[in-house]
């Protein structure tokens, strides 16, 4: 039986690795989801477009997605589209180790991605301008998501359509300006990384759930301020060198430590437990 | 903002997203280049400034430009 939030990981995120399909900090991420459980990737765009396969190696390495991608008009979307799907492949990929191309990207009915036959690991999807974004967790759930830091949302007005009263005023007593505006956005990723992780998407309202200041301990919160979760979630924001607002919101089952992710060699113990069992009988 | 075509020009002209007018009424918002979700909320800012406001969760619902301005207009 496991409980949420009772897994004797260790610190749970840390910063985001920049990778590039044929990079070489892969290690980092694998050794990153042994030690801690999860991990966030993040490239370029730009670095990502001239890698992209074409023809039949990109609707391989596309798979179910290709029909979608052949519905996309705007070549700068469908671009996006694939080199977005391009690093969720390859990061699950190097994790599980296995084949990009044999990996099959699936979506729940709130339109939730998940590696189809591979839920040892649960994956997140992010994209803004020129970053794209993937989490991994073998913990249970991820959401992530990011936006530029200097995005301009406070003074568009956007605080009440996205903050609780309480994160008004909080928001309110910050120092006017870039401070202010970077709270914003800050609250924002955090609502939307939230909402993958549960697979809601903005169908939950950001007015009625929200988080408190950074520099402590963050949890979900009531509109008023007082705590909604527990220990069982943690959340995590960084601010990338590029200038890029990053947030993560990760669900720990309880299931502990997974040493060994791999596709080839993961095998359910409670399985191998029971079939040597029934051989044992057998033998008997 | 009392046409589709203004509801296009509030999208591109204010939000900067850049839209074929009227080609893209129809288009799916993800395959809007520059569309987002924070676009979606500034929408519904300048559609209340505009005197027509709709909340959040009915804007949501819309997968076009086109499905949006239906929905601006079952609030009038």
Redesign the interface.
Known sequence: MTAPGNSPLGPPLSEPIAVTPWGNTWDQVRDELAGHGSAIVHAKLSDLEPELPAGQDLRTLLGRDWTRYM????A??RNRYAASRMLLKYAAGAVLRGDPDDLELAYGPTGRPYLRGCDQIDISLSH?EDLLLVGLTTRGLIGVDA?WAD?D?YD???GR??CTPYELILLAGMPAGEERNRGLVRL?TLK?AYSKAIGQ???F?FTEFGFGPDGRPVRVQRPDGTPGTGDEWLFRTFVLKSGYCVSAAVYDAGFGPLRDPEITTMLDQDCVDAINEALDEEDD | MDSLHGLMELVRDDLGVPLDIPGDAD??L????GW???N???L??LLEENGHPVP??RL?LARSLHEMYTLVKERR
Do not use: K, N
């Not at chain 1, 519905?71 to 705007?74: E, I, Q, R, V």
């Not at chain 2, 993800?30 to 280049?33: E, G, M, T, V």
């Open positions: 519905d996309l008009t705007h700068d979307v803004t936006e995005r949302m568009a007005g956007l359509h996205i924002w939307e998407g903005m169908q309202r | 288009a799916d993800a395959d809007l280049p987002d979700s924070l979606l909320l500034r519904v800012i959040v969760h949501l």
